[in-house]
């Protein structure tokens, strides 16, 4: 009998990830104009999504998720100085793709990410970060979101 050693076991396990693949797509693509940033994240079909949104302006900054199809999963519009209005939700994502972020009111909005891998290096949730800038004072936290992905529900 034959075992085998940790890296084929994770190659094995990897090969049978159906949405591996996609799994690696995990830059954002970006364009921002005339005070509307559009940024793209991939998500794969049945993955569990959630999302948290807060702002620290006066200004009157709008959040959009859009599914690769072109449906409104979530449009939100959060304003406050004092760190008090909040969104949050969750979905089941629809489709495979590439999922649409929309800012509204922003100059520029920098972007992060986080992925976490269990033991054999299977991605099992990642997190896509925005700070969002509406003037000019550079603090970055006029509109700030986390939209994550779970490879599982439940």
């Not at 995990?26 to 793209?40: D, L, P």
């Not at 949050?88 to 009111?105: E, H, K, L, M, W």
């Not at 290096?121 to 970055?140: I, L, N, R």
Request: proline share 3%; net charge negative; with cysteine.
């Amino acid at each position: 009998m034959k075992l085998l050693s940790m890296a084929s076991t994770a190659a094995l396990l990897l090969a049978s990830h159906t949405s591996f693949a996609t799994d690696h797509d995990i830059g954002i693509k970006s364009t921002c104009e005339a005070r509307t940033c559009v940024f793209e994240i991939p998500i794969v079909e049945g993955r569990a999504v959630s999302w948290y949104i807060t702002s620290q302006t006066a200004g009157n900054p709008g959040i959009e998720i859009v599914s690769p199809e072109g449906d409104l999963i979530a449009k939100t519009t959060v304003y406050s100085r004092e760190l008090n209005n909040k969104s949050i939700g969750d979905f089941i994502a629809p489709s495979t793709g590439r999922y649409t972020v929309i800012f509204s009111n922003m100059n520029e909005v920098l972007t992060d990410t986080a992925t976490i891998t269990n033991d054999w290096g299977t991605t099992v949730s990642q997190t896509f970060q925005f700070a969002g800038e509406d003037s000019s004072d550079y603090d970055y936290n006029d509109i700030f979101a986390v939209i994550t992905w779970f490879d599982k529900k439940g």
